[in-house]
């Protein structure tokens, strides 16, 4: 499977010609939904989630299909009909191709006074990898290569390190990096590679790898 990094929490994965794509937000570039037949989203923040941006997707490409919980779903499924999917924890189905599981519910605190909306991450092709979202979701299966959301309002590098020890997966790569900066990347690659127990990686965007 080939994974290519996108701009923040996007990644495209390509697999036997087909392509799907988890959140594309307002970071994400203009061509990481070119020639994709799904989409997959995590959660409604507009950094993984440009409404704009996948209804213009869908109206452009008949057969392009999405997959996300009722907050997103509920925003895009009247103009859509049949081809926006509602998921949730638990819940199991196919989508170019390759098989995925959802796990989790809730998006991680960002304050206590801040209501926490759903969050779903999705375990792609039998665990080959695992996008959280904006959550440290621990699933219940063997995971390979981790998408590490490794900056947010939400989290710090404790939480990042000890998430990489429970997940265990063979390889992790940064996603949701966005505001990260150059100067800070050497520490967050030196302290999680050291301390994480799996291999680190990180994509500059529009990079790819094979997992």
């Given amino acids: 499977m080939k994974l290519t990094k996108k701009t923040h929490a996007c990644v495209r994965l390509e697999k036997d010609g087909r392509a799907l794509v988890v959140d594309p937000g307002m970071f994400t570039e203009d061509d990481a939904l070119a020639g994709?037949?799904?989409?997959l989203v995590t959660h409604e923040h507009p950094d993984h989630f440009d409404e704009a941006r996948l209804r213009a997707a869908l109206e452009a490409d008949p057969e392009l299909a999405v997959w996300t919980l009722r907050s997103v779903a509920d925003r895009l499924a009247p103009a859509f009909p049949g081809r926006v999917h509602t998921v949730g924890h638990g819940d199991t189905f196919t989508a170019a191709g390759v098989d995925v599981q959802v796990h989790g519910e809730l998006h991680a605190v960002i304050h206590p006074d801040i209501p926490r909306v759903?969050?779903?991450?999705?375990l792609i092709d039998g665990g080959r990898v695992f996008h959280p979202g904006d959550a440290l979701t621990v699933p219940d299966h063997p995971v390979e290569t981790l998408m590490l959301p490794v900056m947010a309002p939400w989290n710090?590098?404790?939480?990042?390190?000890?998430?990489?020890?429970?997940v265990k997966p063979q390889r992790a790569y940064d996603v949701h990096d966005?505001?990260?900066t150059d100067l800070a990347r050497p520490i967050y690659d030196n302290q999680i590679g050291a301390l994480g127990g799996a291999e680190h990686f990180r994509l500059t965007p529009g990079a790819s790898a094979e997992v």
């Fill in 118 to 122: 759903t969050n779903v991450g999705y």
């Fill in 178 to 180: 966005a505001l990260l």
């Fill in 156 to 166: 710090k590098i404790a939480e990042v390190i000890e998430y990489v020890r429970e």
């Fill in 36 to 39: 994709a037949e799904a989409v």
